[in-house]
């Protein structure tokens, strides 16, 4: 299985891809920069990749779920409630293309600030 890294600052979050059209466009353009910007407890950044959403595209996330925003070309990745929580679920803004799994807790996530580096590599 292949898998990415995204390194934001001192966290480091390993990525299992799952085997869509949006996880391999994201890992051809492998490796590339950006910088953080948070949506209540969500991390998201922009990639070089343009994509349509996918034909099962969702907003509400499971824990560990790396998505990409379509609307923003961006990465998504929820750790927590949003703005667009109802409840306790992980709500993006929009529907978003599930294309990876986190190794590890997404919880880490909440040490990283806006403006944060980020390194996206194969790894």
């Given at each position: 299985m292949?898998?990415?890294?995204?390194?934001m600052g001192q966290?480091?979050l390993?990525v299992?891809?799952?085997?869509t059209p949006t996880?391999?466009?994201l890992?051809?353009?492998l490796p590339?920069?950006?910088?953080?910007?948070?949506?209540?407890e969500e991390?998201?950044?922009?990639?070089?990749?343009?994509?349509?959403q996918?034909?099962?595209?969702?907003?509400?996330?499971?824990?560990?779920?790396?998505?990409?925003?379509p609307l923003?070309?961006a990465i998504?990745i929820?750790?927590g409630r949003?703005?667009?929580?109802?409840g306790d679920?992980?709500?993006l803004a929009?529907?978003?293309?599930v294309w990876?799994?986190a190794i590890g807790?997404?919880?880490?996530?909440?040490?990283v600030?806006?403006?944060?580096?980020?390194?996206c590599?194969?790894?």
């Amino acid at each position: 299985m292949r898998k990415m890294k995204i390194t934001m600052g001192q966290v480091v979050l390993e990525v299992e891809l799952l085997d869509t059209p949006t996880a391999q466009r994201l890992y051809e353009a492998l490796p590339f920069q950006a910088s953080a910007n948070t949506w209540g407890e969500e991390v998201y950044f922009s990639t070089p990749v343009g994509m349509d959403q996918e034909p099962d595209a969702r907003d509400v996330m499971e824990p560990g779920d790396i998505a990409y925003w379509p609307l923003g070309s961006a990465i998504a990745i929820a750790f927590g409630r949003t703005p667009a929580s109802q409840g306790d679920e992980l709500r993006l803004a929009s529907p978003c293309n599930v294309w990876g799994r986190a190794i590890g807790d997404v919880k880490q996530l909440a040490a990283v600030s806006p403006g944060t580096e980020i390194r996206c590599e194969k790894g």
